[in-house]
């Protein structure tokens, strides 16, 4: 019997793995460039230059990202390379 349950709580901790590992991948997607575009500036900023070209992208990917949540996505436009623009 108790082997059972921990084959149980093994099962429990892989699916709330995985739940994360998708909304991880989700939030990146969406998120992605804004995310990308912050940490090149953070990175020349501490390298001593001027991260305001990096800002600036920043700032744009994150009002595209934000226009992007409004438009309805599901997996029928995923193979759609106009839906996700």
């Not at 390298?47 to 599901?74: D, V």
Request: aromatic share 6%; no cysteine.
């Amino acid at each position: 019997m108790k082997n059972r349950q921990r084959g149980q709580g093994m099962t429990e901790y892989l699916i709330i793995t995985a739940l994360i590992a998708v909304a991880a991948i989700a939030v990146f997607a969406f998120f992605g460039k804004t995310i990308r575009s912050q940490i090149g500036g953070l990175s020349e900023e501490v390298a001593g230059q001027s991260a305001s070209t990096a800002i600036t992208q920043a700032q744009t990917a994150a009002q595209q990202a934000q226009s992007q949540g409004s438009k309805t996505k599901n997996l029928s436009s995923y193979t759609n390379a106009s839906a996700g623009q």
